[in-house]
Protein backbone atom coordinates (compact mmCIF):
# COMPACT_ATOMS: atom_id res chain seq x y z
CA UNK A 1 0.00 0.00 0.00
CA UNK A 2 1.08 3.38 -1.10
CA UNK A 3 0.43 6.97 0.52
CA UNK A 4 0.27 9.56 -2.54
CA UNK A 5 -0.39 13.73 -2.31
CA UNK A 6 -3.20 14.92 -4.58
CA UNK A 7 -2.40 18.73 -5.83
CA UNK A 8 -5.93 20.75 -6.70
CA UNK A 9 -5.57 20.24 -10.37
CA UNK A 10 -6.19 16.48 -9.57
CA UNK A 11 -2.46 16.07 -10.14
CA UNK A 12 -0.84 12.77 -8.55
CA UNK A 13 2.51 13.09 -6.63
CA UNK A 14 4.88 10.30 -6.44
CA UNK A 15 4.58 7.93 -3.61
CA UNK A 16 5.68 9.36 -0.22
CA UNK A 17 5.59 6.07 1.34
CA UNK A 18 4.95 2.49 0.91
CA UNK A 19 3.34 0.24 3.74
CA UNK A 20 3.47 -3.75 3.68
CA UNK A 21 0.62 -5.32 5.57
CA UNK A 22 -0.01 -9.31 6.11
CA UNK A 23 -3.13 -10.91 7.75
CA UNK A 24 -2.47 -13.98 10.01
CA UNK A 25 -4.60 -16.18 11.83
CA UNK A 26 -4.19 -16.47 15.66
CA UNK A 27 -2.12 -20.15 16.17
CA UNK A 28 -5.03 -20.94 18.17
CA UNK A 29 -7.43 -21.26 14.98
CA UNK A 30 -5.81 -24.45 14.03
CA UNK A 31 -5.56 -27.63 16.45
CA UNK A 32 -2.86 -28.79 14.68
CA UNK A 33 -0.61 -26.37 15.51
CA UNK A 34 -1.22 -27.42 19.87
CA UNK A 35 1.04 -29.89 21.31
CA UNK A 36 1.87 -33.47 18.90
CA UNK A 37 -0.45 -31.70 16.62
CA UNK A 38 -3.75 -32.02 18.47
CA UNK A 39 -5.58 -29.75 20.79
CA UNK A 40 -6.03 -29.51 24.20
CA UNK A 41 -8.87 -31.36 26.52
CA UNK A 42 -12.15 -30.42 27.39
CA UNK A 43 -11.62 -28.44 30.88
CA UNK A 44 -7.93 -26.83 29.17
CA UNK A 45 -7.34 -23.59 27.99
CA UNK A 46 -5.30 -23.05 24.97
CA UNK A 47 -2.11 -20.24 25.97
CA UNK A 48 -0.34 -18.52 22.25
CA UNK A 49 2.61 -17.22 24.04
CA UNK A 50 4.71 -16.46 20.50
CA UNK A 51 2.12 -14.92 18.67
CA UNK A 52 2.19 -16.03 15.08
CA UNK A 53 4.97 -18.49 15.19
CA UNK A 54 2.17 -21.84 14.17
CA UNK A 55 2.01 -23.29 17.80
CA UNK A 56 0.14 -23.35 21.48
CA UNK A 57 0.49 -24.37 24.45
CA UNK A 58 -2.34 -26.46 26.64
CA UNK A 59 -2.75 -25.04 29.98
CA UNK A 60 -4.26 -27.75 32.27
CA UNK A 61 -5.07 -25.72 35.67
CA UNK A 62 -8.44 -26.31 35.50
CA UNK A 63 -8.30 -30.37 35.26
CA UNK A 64 -5.30 -31.70 37.41
CA UNK A 65 -6.24 -35.41 36.25
CA UNK A 66 -4.02 -34.62 33.30
CA UNK A 67 -0.36 -33.58 33.27
CA UNK A 68 0.56 -34.61 29.70
CA UNK A 69 1.19 -31.82 27.09
CA UNK A 70 -2.39 -32.13 25.50
CA UNK A 71 -4.29 -32.58 29.36
CA UNK A 72 -5.36 -35.88 28.66
CA UNK A 73 -5.89 -35.64 24.87
CA UNK A 74 -3.62 -39.12 23.75
CA UNK A 75 -3.35 -40.02 20.20
CA UNK A 76 -4.70 -43.62 21.28
CA UNK A 77 -7.49 -41.39 22.90
CA UNK A 78 -7.67 -39.36 19.89
CA UNK A 79 -7.80 -42.33 17.37
CA UNK A 80 -10.30 -44.22 19.54
CA UNK A 81 -13.04 -41.26 19.79
CA UNK A 82 -12.41 -41.06 16.04
CA UNK A 83 -13.48 -44.64 15.66
CA UNK A 84 -16.24 -44.85 17.88
CA UNK A 85 -17.70 -41.51 16.12
CA UNK A 86 -17.58 -43.13 13.18
CA UNK A 87 -19.32 -46.93 13.76
CA UNK A 88 -21.34 -45.07 16.01
CA UNK A 89 -22.86 -42.90 12.83
CA UNK A 90 -22.79 -45.78 10.75
CA UNK A 91 -25.08 -47.94 13.13
CA UNK A 92 -27.57 -45.37 13.69
CA UNK A 93 -27.27 -44.90 9.45
CA UNK A 94 -27.95 -48.36 8.80
CA UNK A 95 -30.72 -48.53 10.98
CA UNK A 96 -32.66 -45.22 10.02
CA UNK A 97 -32.16 -46.53 6.54
CA UNK A 98 -33.88 -49.88 7.44
CA UNK A 99 -36.66 -48.28 8.86
CA UNK A 100 -37.29 -46.55 5.77
CA UNK A 101 -37.15 -49.52 3.62
CA UNK A 102 -39.94 -50.96 6.09
CA UNK A 103 -42.24 -48.59 5.76
CA UNK A 104 -41.79 -48.47 2.38
CA UNK A 105 -42.47 -52.18 1.89
CA UNK A 106 -45.45 -52.11 4.56
CA UNK A 107 -46.94 -49.08 2.04
CA UNK A 108 -46.46 -51.12 -0.85
CA UNK A 109 -47.62 -53.85 0.30
CA UNK A 110 -51.21 -52.34 1.45
CA UNK A 111 -51.12 -50.69 -1.68
CA UNK A 112 -51.13 -53.94 -3.35
CA UNK A 113 -53.77 -55.75 -1.03
CA UNK A 114 -56.07 -52.99 -1.46
CA UNK A 115 -55.58 -53.66 -5.47
CA UNK A 116 -56.12 -57.18 -5.29
CA UNK A 117 -59.04 -56.58 -3.28
CA UNK A 118 -60.49 -54.00 -5.88
CA UNK A 119 -59.66 -55.92 -8.28
CA UNK A 120 -60.87 -59.54 -7.16
CA UNK A 121 -64.18 -61.12 -8.71
CA UNK A 122 -67.18 -61.25 -6.67
CA UNK A 123 -67.25 -64.75 -4.51
CA UNK A 124 -70.42 -66.33 -6.54
CA UNK A 125 -69.66 -69.52 -4.75
CA UNK A 126 -69.79 -68.33 -1.52
CA UNK A 127 -73.03 -66.23 -2.25
CA UNK A 128 -74.48 -69.21 -3.60
CA UNK A 129 -73.70 -71.28 -0.55
CA UNK A 130 -74.89 -68.87 1.61
CA UNK A 131 -78.32 -69.24 0.08
CA UNK A 132 -78.01 -72.95 -0.03
CA UNK A 133 -77.54 -73.14 3.77
CA UNK A 134 -80.36 -70.74 3.94
CA UNK A 135 -83.05 -73.43 2.15
CA UNK A 136 -82.83 -70.11 -0.68
CA UNK A 137 -81.38 -72.13 -3.56
CA UNK A 138 -81.06 -75.54 -4.71
CA UNK A 139 -78.67 -78.12 -3.14
CA UNK A 140 -79.47 -80.47 -6.40
CA UNK A 141 -77.80 -80.38 -9.43
CA UNK A 142 -74.08 -78.19 -10.18
CA UNK A 143 -73.68 -75.09 -8.67
CA UNK A 144 -74.53 -72.19 -11.61
CA UNK A 145 -72.19 -69.66 -11.36
CA UNK A 146 -72.32 -65.86 -13.76
CA UNK A 147 -69.62 -65.08 -15.71
CA UNK A 148 -67.04 -63.04 -15.48
CA UNK A 149 -66.29 -61.13 -18.49
CA UNK A 150 -63.17 -59.20 -19.51
CA UNK A 151 -63.84 -55.32 -18.74
CA UNK A 152 -61.78 -54.79 -22.13
CA UNK A 153 -64.50 -57.11 -24.04
CA UNK A 154 -67.69 -54.13 -23.40
CA UNK A 155 -68.23 -51.51 -25.75
CA UNK A 156 -70.53 -48.72 -23.96
CA UNK A 157 -73.14 -47.76 -27.11
CA UNK A 158 -75.53 -45.34 -26.00
CA UNK A 159 -77.20 -44.70 -22.74
CA UNK A 160 -80.55 -45.83 -22.10
CA UNK A 161 -81.41 -45.02 -18.44
CA UNK A 162 -80.25 -43.86 -15.20
CA UNK A 163 -81.35 -44.16 -11.42
CA UNK A 164 -80.13 -43.04 -7.79
CA UNK A 165 -77.23 -45.47 -7.86
CA UNK A 166 -77.06 -47.11 -11.09
CA UNK A 167 -77.31 -46.33 -15.44
CA UNK A 168 -78.18 -48.81 -18.14
CA UNK A 169 -76.22 -48.70 -21.45
CA UNK A 170 -76.74 -50.71 -24.90
CA UNK A 171 -73.21 -52.12 -25.66
CA UNK A 172 -71.45 -53.79 -27.96
CA UNK A 173 -69.62 -57.24 -26.57
CA UNK A 174 -67.00 -58.49 -28.51
CA UNK A 175 -66.97 -62.12 -27.27
CA UNK A 176 -64.54 -64.87 -28.46
CA UNK A 177 -65.19 -64.65 -32.18
CA UNK A 178 -68.40 -62.44 -32.36
CA UNK A 179 -69.83 -59.17 -31.37
CA UNK A 180 -73.34 -58.58 -30.66
CA UNK A 181 -75.31 -56.02 -29.02
CA UNK A 182 -76.13 -56.17 -25.05
CA UNK A 183 -77.65 -53.83 -22.56
CA UNK A 184 -75.51 -53.37 -19.53
CA UNK A 185 -76.62 -52.68 -15.73
CA UNK A 186 -73.93 -50.11 -14.24
CA UNK A 187 -73.74 -49.47 -10.07
CA UNK A 188 -72.80 -45.79 -10.02
CA UNK A 189 -73.52 -42.97 -7.48
CA UNK A 190 -74.98 -40.41 -10.24
CA UNK A 191 -76.27 -37.94 -8.02
CA UNK A 192 -73.03 -37.84 -6.17
CA UNK A 193 -74.86 -38.44 -2.83
CA UNK A 194 -71.61 -40.02 -1.17
CA UNK A 195 -73.80 -42.71 0.74
CA UNK A 196 -71.04 -45.44 0.58
CA UNK A 197 -73.63 -47.66 2.55
CA UNK A 198 -76.33 -47.33 -0.22
CA UNK A 199 -74.06 -47.76 -3.03
CA UNK A 200 -72.28 -50.98 -1.36
CA UNK A 201 -75.93 -52.23 -0.90
CA UNK A 202 -76.47 -51.62 -5.33
CA UNK A 203 -73.90 -53.10 -5.26
CA UNK A 204 -75.06 -56.13 -3.61
CA UNK A 205 -78.69 -56.24 -5.08
CA UNK A 206 -76.71 -56.56 -8.43
CA UNK A 207 -74.45 -59.41 -7.77
CA UNK A 208 -77.50 -61.46 -6.13
CA UNK A 209 -79.77 -60.28 -9.44
CA UNK A 210 -77.05 -62.23 -11.63
CA UNK A 211 -76.76 -64.78 -9.43
CA UNK A 212 -80.61 -65.47 -9.17
CA UNK A 213 -80.62 -65.46 -13.45
CA UNK A 214 -77.67 -68.01 -13.63
CA UNK A 215 -79.65 -70.19 -11.77
CA UNK A 216 -82.33 -70.44 -14.26
CA UNK A 217 -82.23 -71.84 -17.86
CA UNK A 218 -82.65 -69.60 -20.39
CA UNK A 219 -85.79 -69.26 -22.52
CA UNK A 220 -87.19 -67.35 -25.22
CA UNK A 221 -89.21 -65.29 -22.93
CA UNK A 222 -86.98 -64.25 -20.01
CA UNK A 223 -84.17 -61.62 -20.51
CA UNK A 224 -80.75 -63.98 -20.53
CA UNK A 225 -77.48 -63.22 -18.50
CA UNK A 226 -74.69 -63.11 -20.47
CA UNK A 227 -72.34 -62.18 -18.06
CA UNK A 228 -71.03 -60.12 -15.16
CA UNK A 229 -67.94 -57.65 -14.56
CA UNK A 230 -66.94 -57.48 -10.85
CA UNK A 231 -63.54 -56.61 -11.13
CA UNK A 232 -62.45 -53.40 -10.46
CA UNK A 233 -64.72 -50.46 -10.36
CA UNK A 234 -67.77 -49.73 -11.37
CA UNK A 235 -69.62 -53.62 -11.45
CA UNK A 236 -71.91 -54.62 -14.32
CA UNK A 237 -74.26 -57.40 -15.28
CA UNK A 238 -74.11 -57.87 -19.25
CA UNK A 239 -77.82 -59.57 -20.18
CA UNK A 240 -79.47 -59.64 -23.22
CA UNK A 241 -80.41 -56.43 -25.57
CA UNK A 242 -84.23 -56.19 -26.25
CA UNK A 243 -84.43 -53.59 -28.89
CA UNK A 244 -87.91 -51.92 -28.33
CA UNK A 245 -87.72 -50.94 -24.66
CA UNK A 246 -89.93 -51.81 -21.62
CA UNK A 247 -93.36 -52.79 -22.58
CA UNK A 248 -95.06 -50.07 -20.35
CA UNK A 249 -93.46 -47.70 -22.70
CA UNK A 250 -94.77 -49.39 -25.73
CA UNK A 251 -98.31 -49.63 -25.01
CA UNK A 252 -98.16 -45.97 -23.71
CA UNK A 253 -96.35 -44.99 -27.00
CA UNK A 254 -98.75 -46.63 -29.44
CA UNK A 255 -102.00 -45.84 -27.38
CA UNK A 256 -100.97 -41.59 -27.67
CA UNK A 257 -100.05 -42.40 -31.55
CA UNK A 258 -103.40 -43.52 -32.74
CA UNK A 259 -102.03 -47.17 -32.80
CA UNK A 260 -102.77 -48.74 -30.08
CA UNK A 261 -101.82 -53.12 -30.49
CA UNK A 262 -104.85 -54.79 -31.43
CA UNK A 263 -106.37 -57.18 -29.02
CA UNK A 264 -104.91 -60.48 -30.63
CA UNK A 265 -101.56 -59.04 -29.94
CA UNK A 266 -101.69 -58.09 -26.33
CA UNK A 267 -103.03 -61.73 -25.75
CA UNK A 268 -99.79 -62.86 -27.10
CA UNK A 269 -98.19 -60.25 -25.23
CA UNK A 270 -100.06 -62.28 -21.92
CA UNK A 271 -99.47 -65.76 -23.68
CA UNK A 272 -95.08 -64.85 -23.97
CA UNK A 273 -95.45 -63.25 -20.16
CA UNK A 274 -96.99 -66.51 -18.72
CA UNK A 275 -94.30 -68.51 -20.63
CA UNK A 276 -91.81 -66.50 -18.97
CA UNK A 277 -93.27 -67.12 -15.49
CA UNK A 278 -94.12 -70.53 -15.92
CA UNK A 279 -90.15 -71.28 -17.09
CA UNK A 280 -89.47 -69.42 -13.33
CA UNK A 281 -92.14 -71.67 -11.70
CA UNK A 282 -90.48 -74.79 -13.16
CA UNK A 283 -87.54 -73.62 -11.05
CA UNK A 284 -89.38 -72.88 -8.26
CA UNK A 285 -88.90 -69.24 -8.42
CA UNK A 286 -91.45 -66.04 -7.25
CA UNK A 287 -90.64 -63.07 -9.15
CA UNK A 288 -92.17 -60.44 -6.51
CA UNK A 289 -92.46 -57.79 -9.28
CA UNK A 290 -94.29 -58.59 -12.10
CA UNK A 291 -95.03 -55.54 -14.09
CA UNK A 292 -95.22 -54.05 -17.33
CA UNK A 293 -92.42 -51.78 -17.15
CA UNK A 294 -90.64 -55.00 -16.29
CA UNK A 295 -91.40 -56.93 -19.24
CA UNK A 296 -88.90 -55.78 -22.71
CA UNK A 297 -89.82 -56.00 -26.03
CA UNK A 298 -86.93 -57.80 -28.36
CA UNK A 299 -86.69 -58.12 -32.25
CA UNK A 300 -90.14 -58.93 -33.11
CA UNK A 301 -91.50 -57.34 -30.49
CA UNK A 302 -91.00 -60.59 -28.45
CA UNK A 303 -92.19 -60.35 -24.65
CA UNK A 304 -89.08 -60.82 -22.15
CA UNK A 305 -89.48 -61.00 -18.27
CA UNK A 306 -86.47 -59.03 -16.83
CA UNK A 307 -85.61 -57.64 -13.61
CA UNK A 308 -84.92 -60.13 -11.15
CA UNK A 309 -83.85 -58.05 -8.48
CA UNK A 310 -86.77 -58.95 -5.69
CA UNK A 311 -87.18 -62.59 -7.34
CA UNK A 312 -86.69 -65.40 -4.97
CA UNK A 313 -86.66 -69.13 -5.04
CA UNK A 314 -89.28 -70.88 -2.81
CA UNK A 315 -88.20 -74.25 -1.95
CA UNK A 316 -90.23 -74.48 1.53
CA UNK A 317 -93.58 -75.36 2.48
CA UNK A 318 -94.31 -72.26 4.04
CA UNK A 319 -96.67 -71.68 1.59
CA UNK A 320 -100.24 -72.26 2.96
CA UNK A 321 -102.74 -71.47 0.18
CA UNK A 322 -104.94 -74.65 -0.89
CA UNK A 323 -105.01 -75.04 -4.48
CA UNK A 324 -107.89 -77.48 -4.52
CA UNK A 325 -110.07 -75.68 -2.57
CA UNK A 326 -110.28 -72.99 -4.91
CA UNK A 327 -113.44 -73.52 -6.93
CA UNK A 328 -112.97 -70.44 -8.83
CA UNK A 329 -110.55 -67.85 -9.66
CA UNK A 330 -109.94 -65.34 -6.86
CA UNK A 331 -109.66 -61.53 -7.14
CA UNK A 332 -107.13 -59.59 -4.85
CA UNK A 333 -105.74 -56.09 -5.05
CA UNK A 334 -102.08 -55.29 -5.49
CA UNK A 335 -100.06 -52.23 -5.74
CA UNK A 336 -101.54 -50.46 -3.35
CA UNK A 337 -105.43 -51.61 -4.42
CA UNK A 338 -104.29 -49.58 -8.20
CA UNK A 339 -104.89 -52.43 -9.82
CA UNK A 340 -107.58 -55.48 -9.12
CA UNK A 341 -105.42 -58.90 -10.45
CA UNK A 342 -107.33 -62.38 -10.70
CA UNK A 343 -105.77 -65.47 -10.03
CA UNK A 344 -106.90 -69.01 -10.95
CA UNK A 345 -105.05 -71.89 -9.01
CA UNK A 346 -102.37 -72.66 -11.36
CA UNK A 347 -102.31 -69.13 -12.20
CA UNK A 348 -101.32 -68.53 -8.71
CA UNK A 349 -98.57 -71.43 -8.92
CA UNK A 350 -96.97 -69.34 -11.12
CA UNK A 351 -96.82 -66.05 -9.55
CA UNK A 352 -96.52 -66.98 -6.08
CA UNK A 353 -94.61 -70.39 -6.42
CA UNK A 354 -97.48 -72.95 -4.78
CA UNK A 355 -97.21 -76.33 -6.33
CA UNK A 356 -100.28 -77.26 -8.42
CA UNK A 357 -102.39 -79.60 -7.76
CA UNK A 358 -101.08 -83.63 -7.29
CA UNK A 359 -97.82 -82.30 -7.93
CA UNK A 360 -95.04 -81.92 -5.07
CA UNK A 361 -92.57 -79.20 -5.63
CA UNK A 362 -89.81 -81.47 -6.03
CA UNK A 363 -91.74 -82.16 -9.58
CA UNK A 364 -91.15 -79.89 -12.47
CA UNK A 365 -94.71 -77.51 -13.43
CA UNK A 366 -95.60 -78.64 -16.71
CA UNK A 367 -97.98 -76.00 -18.72
CA UNK A 368 -100.30 -77.85 -19.73
CA UNK A 369 -103.29 -76.29 -22.21
CA UNK A 370 -105.76 -76.34 -18.99
CA UNK A 371 -103.34 -74.43 -17.17
CA UNK A 372 -102.82 -71.41 -19.83
CA UNK A 373 -106.10 -71.40 -20.78
CA UNK A 374 -106.91 -70.26 -17.00
CA UNK A 375 -104.10 -68.08 -16.66
CA UNK A 376 -105.53 -66.17 -19.83
CA UNK A 377 -107.93 -66.08 -18.25
CA UNK A 378 -106.94 -64.44 -15.26
CA UNK A 379 -105.00 -61.92 -17.48
CA UNK A 380 -108.68 -61.15 -18.95
CA UNK A 381 -109.89 -61.04 -16.11
CA UNK A 382 -107.56 -58.00 -14.90
CA UNK A 383 -107.93 -56.61 -17.75
CA UNK A 384 -111.50 -56.24 -17.93
CA UNK A 385 -111.34 -54.59 -14.11
CA UNK A 386 -108.51 -52.06 -15.09
CA UNK A 387 -110.67 -50.85 -17.71
CA UNK A 388 -113.31 -50.86 -14.92
CA UNK A 389 -111.40 -48.32 -13.44
CA UNK A 390 -109.45 -46.13 -16.04
CA UNK A 391 -112.94 -46.02 -17.69
Not at 284 to 289: A, G, I, K
Amino acid sequence: MSLVALGGGGLQSLPLASYSITLKAKDTAAKQNGPNGRGCGKEAFEEDLAKFDGNFTCNCANDNAYSNANCGITAEAAAGDSGDSGVLTAVVGAVLGLIVVLVVLVYAKGRYTAYQEANAPADFGGQLQALKDQGLASTEGGDRIPRELPRSSLTMVEKLGRGNFGEVWKGMLADVSAEFMVAAKIVLDTEGSGDEAAFAAAEVDLQGEALLMAQVDTHQNLVSLVGVITRGQPKVIVISYCEHGDLQKALKKRATDGNAFDASTKLRFCAEVAGGMGHLAQHYFVHRDLAARNVMLSSGMVCKVADFGLSRQVLTEDNTDDCESASRPSTRATCSNRLPVAFACHARALTHGDAAPGRSRSAPLALTPTHMSRLVASALLARRAYSQITG
